[in-house]
């Protein structure tokens, strides 16, 4: 069955790259102006400083069939950073193959693909003003946008949806020397799928376009910073790893 997606409070330029990203899963993108209702029977997407829950509930809203839709809600929040269409895409492809070359079970390997495309859903409940700034954040202001991991955690248990990925949303800006956020844990008391998840975030960032930057790092200025940071703020085994089975080469 083809679902409408309703997408509020979006630009034509947004509603374009949710329709090619929802090419293949049988949805129809219909962008809602801000004031209006969304139509009948919808699956309801926010968009811009529309409400978090709204975004939410179209999780749920899916039913038995929610990937599509998580796609298509981790594309709106990377669009909203400017973020390339096909970004979210990218990082759940690197999470399974890392999953598969650490012999993660089929499971596992689900819930981490689950958690690449929720990992920021948190920073819906950030402002533009600050989520967007080009300059440097204040503390305030840097404080309010490290709140997004453990916003991204609570918004997805107060709905009761995708429970299996709660940790690695909350924990995936934790540091393995303990340097992270938000509760500065350290080595094994970090989550696994969180210390996978901070690799995967961190190589992604740099490795693709951002808004705060006018260019982006090559595979291998990664890797030198992986290495460089092998067991203070990544895993050391978990970066042996990602670098020996070459995650982030091949075909895209």
């Given at each position: 069955?083809?679902?409408?997606?309703?997408?509020?409070?979006?630009?034509g330029a947004?509603?374009?790259?949710?329709?090619?990203?929802?090419?293949?899963?049988?949805?129809i993108?219909?962008?809602?102006?801000?004031?209006?209702?969304?139509?009948?029977?919808?699956?309801?997407?926010?968009?811009?400083?529309?409400?978090?829950?709204?975004?939410?509930?179209?999780?749920r809203?899916?039913?038995?069939?929610?990937?599509?839709v998580?796609?298509?809600?981790?594309?709106?929040?990377?669009?909203?950073?400017?973020?390339?269409?096909?970004?979210?895409?990218?990082?759940?492809?690197?999470?399974?193959?890392?999953?598969?070359?650490?012999?993660?079970?089929?499971?596992e390997q689900?819930?981490?693909?689950?958690?690449?495309?929720?990992?920021?859903?948190?920073?819906?409940?950030?402002?533009?003003?600050?989520?967007?700034?080009?300059?440097?954040?204040?503390?305030?202001?840097?404080?309010?946008?490290?709140?997004?991991?453990?916003?991204?955690a609570?918004?997805?248990?107060e709905?009761?949806?995708?429970?299996?990925?709660?940790?690695?949303?909350?924990?995936?800006?934790?540091?393995?020397?303990?340097?992270?956020?938000?509760?500065?844990?350290?080595?094994?008391?970090?989550?696994?799928?969180?210390r996978?998840?901070?690799?995967?975030?961190?190589?992604?960032?740099?490795?693709?376009?951002?808004?705060?930057?006018?260019?982006?790092?090559t595979?291998?200025?990664?890797?030198?910073?992986?290495?460089?940071?092998?067991g203070?703020?990544?895993?050391?085994?978990?970066?042996?790893?990602?670098?020996?089975?070459?995650?982030?080469?091949?075909?895209?």
């Amino acid at each position: 069955m083809i679902k409408r997606i309703a997408v509020l409070n979006a630009d034509g330029a947004l509603c374009q790259a949710l329709a090619r990203a929802a090419e293949g899963h049988d949805a129809i993108i219909v962008a809602v102006p801000p004031g209006e209702a969304p139509p009948p029977g919808a699956v309801v997407l926010a968009a811009g400083s529309a409400p978090a829950e709204a975004a939410l509930d179209a999780a749920r809203a899916a039913g038995a069939e929610p990937e599509g839709v998580l796609v298509l809600l981790a594309d709106a929040i990377a669009c909203r950073e400017g973020i390339p269409e096909g970004a979210s895409e990218r990082v759940r492809r690197y999470a399974l193959r890392f999953a598969r070359a650490l012999g993660l079970s089929p499971e596992e390997q689900f819930s981490l693909e689950r958690a690449a495309l929720l990992r920021d859903i948190g920073k819906i409940r950030i402002p533009n003003e600050i989520l967007l700034k080009k300059s440097v954040l204040d503390y305030d202001e840097w404080t309010l946008l490290q709140s997004h991991a453990a916003l991204g955690a609570e918004l997805l248990a107060e709905r009761g949806i995708c429970r299996d990925v709660l940790d690695a949303v909350r924990y995936h800006h934790e540091c393995y020397d303990g340097d992270g956020y938000p509760d500065h844990l350290e080595k094994d008391a970090i989550p696994l799928p969180a210390r996978i998840m901070k690799i995967l975030d961190v190589y992604c960032a740099m490795t693709s376009p951002r808004h705060y930057r006018p260019t982006h790092c090559t595979h291998e200025d990664a890797v030198v910073h992986l290495k460089n940071e092998r067991g203070k703020h990544f895993d050391p085994h978990l970066t042996d790893v990602f670098i020996e089975a070459r995650i982030g080469m091949g075909a895209e």
